[in-house]
């Protein structure tokens, strides 16, 4: 189980190159509404020992202290990225803490991107969708077409509705990237038909900019779950590559 301080890294992303994280989340603790199978930082109830969430000028206080001495060591940063333990959109400040780090981003590293990881839960509330659009890489993740398939390898909180999802989605107009996890389990299949042609029809529906797919790379708190190959995960995104999308394939 990770667990991550408010600020920490930078470390090295397979999908974003040199990553400074962000964590809105407790750094002991673990705070999400969903409770993936193959989440790296353990299930949900692992992580309840820690509730702080911290505030926008704890966060601004620690991003500008770690890019100064980034800056003074002459370290690359090429991404700020919002991860850490859970749901970072959760915490409250959230449209305050990414104009801030906008802000010490352009003052220290104007060169790095601001990314996003999201489970997209709450980009239909207008202030947090409006904070992601702000963002360069809002990357929100649909690893399954339907709320029985999503109930099997995300777990969401009562009230997840993978309709309201994609409509929240579809006011980026396509300037998002998705991100899904492939995999199988014991119960879901990321290679079956129902899960494959139905993630890329919304896929089609939504015409992200750019699509990240990627399998297990960590411990997982599910036992016997399977990874997939490159080349695998290409031959299953082999039609959406065939009519232009971009791929991100990254095993």
């Known amino acids: 189980m990770l667990r991550e301080d408010t600020v920490f890294g930078p470390i090295r992303s397979r999908r974003l190159g040199n990553s400074l994280g962000m964590n809105l989340l407790p750094t002991k603790g673990k705070f999400c509404n969903f409770d993936c199978i193959y989440c790296e930082c353990g299930w949900n109830r692992d992580g309840r020992n820690d ?50 780090t906008l802000a010490l981003r352009d003052q220290y590293y104007p060169k790095a991107k601001v990314s996003v990881l999201s489970n997209a839960t709450r980009a239909h509330v207008p202030a ?21 398939l999503i109930a099997r390898i995300n777990h969401p909180a009562p009230g997840y509705d993978v309709a309201r999802v ?22 879901f ?3 079956s038909p129902e899960v494959l042609e139905g993630w890329m029809a919304i896929v089609r529906d939504l015409k992200p900019r750019e699509i990240m797919v990627y399998t297990i790379d960590r411990p997982t708190p599910e036992e016997g779950l399977q990874k997939y190959s490159e080349e695998e995960m290409l031959q299953m995104v082999q039609p959406l590559i065939d009519e232009g999308f971009k791929v991100q394939i990254k095993g």
């Open 189 to 191: 299949d990321s290679a």
């Open 51 to 100: 509730h702080y969430l911290p505030n926008a000028t704890e966060v601004r206080s620690a991003l500008e202290a770690k890019l100064k001495e980034c800056q003074s060591e002459g370290i690359v940063i090429d991404s700020i990225t919002f991860s850490g333990d859970g749901e970072g959109t959760l915490n409250p400040e959230f449209p305050q803490i990414i104009d801030d």
């Open 128 to 148: 947090i969708f409006e904070a992601l659009t702000r963002v360069d890489n809002p990357i929100m993740k649909i690893d399954a077409p339907t709320n029985e």
């Open 166 to 187: 994609i409509e929240a989605l579809r006011q980026f107009d396509g300037n998002f990237i998705l991100q899904t996890m492939m995999l199988k389990s014991k119960d």
